[in-house]
């Protein structure tokens, strides 16, 4: 099985522009990331995806693979499919984040090892939630799951609800779990999802793999034990530098 790893990385973040050609300690997060994910013996070959010649540029110059791609597409799902479109070679796609500089190769080996079995369609990772914090933060998803590992729903709201109980006690009811954001995806299904019109469920909640369960298609989950740390803000890099 040959699996590609694709690093979607753009310029115009509304939130931190610039962000993957950003320093940390002395090498950019695009070259973190790229570093990080080419340790991991499961990837085929790993390929960095741009809209933007300064990041193209920057990824040749420490001598990564790089490619160059619409500036239309609206998430790194539709950009990672049009690069695997170019490289029909590959089995599977696995999309890596651009902006966790410090991803474990272990992740992404254990969401390559998902599609050991040949019914995965879609693959994606979940760690246990240990706080209150993460359980009430938006900005983490959480993911109920069903006896098969597979993900029956993501929110970002705590789900389900403990009925009877207060807030502060529904951790000690219940084993909830939060997304961690990388997915592998079969090739020919990656494919079919990005053709996939927006739907009324990815409208209400912001989250686009509801897309993709609206729709009728299976994800996968592996539990991670590893915390993964993105940058979306310059306050982000302030609180990464400091750890």
């Known amino acids: 099985m040959k699996i590609l790893g694709v690093i979607p990385a753009r310029y115009a973040s509304s939130r931190f522009p610039g962000k ?25 070959e790993v390929i960095v995806a741009t ?15 790089v490619v160059m791609t619409s500036a239309d597409h609206q998430s790194g799902t539709d950009r990672c499919a049009e690069v695997a479109l170019n490289q ?20 992404i080996s254990k969401l390559a090892g998902c599609f050991n079995d040949p019914d995965t369609q879609i693959a994606t990772l979940i760690k246990k939630v240990q706080n209150e914090q993460d ?23 705590p789900l389900p609800y ?17 997304h961690v954001g990388i997915y592998g995806y079969q090739a020919d299904i990656l494919q079919q999802i990005t053709k996939l019109p927006v739907s ?4 209400a909640e912001s989250l686009e793999q509801l897309r993709w369960i609206e ?21 982000d890099l302030t609180k990464l530098e400091s750890r």
């Open 88 to 107: 029909p070679e590959y089995d599977v796609v696995i999309n890596i984040q651009g902006d966790e500089p410090y991803i474990e190769p272990e992740q």
């Open 215 to 235: 729709n009728g298609y299976q994800i996968k989950v592996a539990e991670t034990e590893f915390e993964t740390f993105a940058v979306d803000t310059p306050e």
């Open 162 to 178: 403990i009925r009877g109980q207060e807030q502060q006690s529904w951790l000690r009811h219940y084993t909830y779990f939060k």
């Open 200 to 203: 009324a469920l990815e409208k």
């Open 135 to 157: 359980l009430f933060n938006p900005n983490a998803p959480k993911v109920v799951v069903n006896k098969r590992s597979e993900a029956v729903y993501f929110s970002r709201s």
């Open 20 to 44: 993957p050609l950003v320093d940390i300690a002395g090498k950019s997060m695009i070259q973190r990331v790229y570093e990080q994910a080419k340790k991991c013996k499961d990837l085929t």
């Open 51 to 65: 809209d933007d010649k300064r990041i193209f540029d920057h990824v040749v110059g420490f001598h990564g693979m």
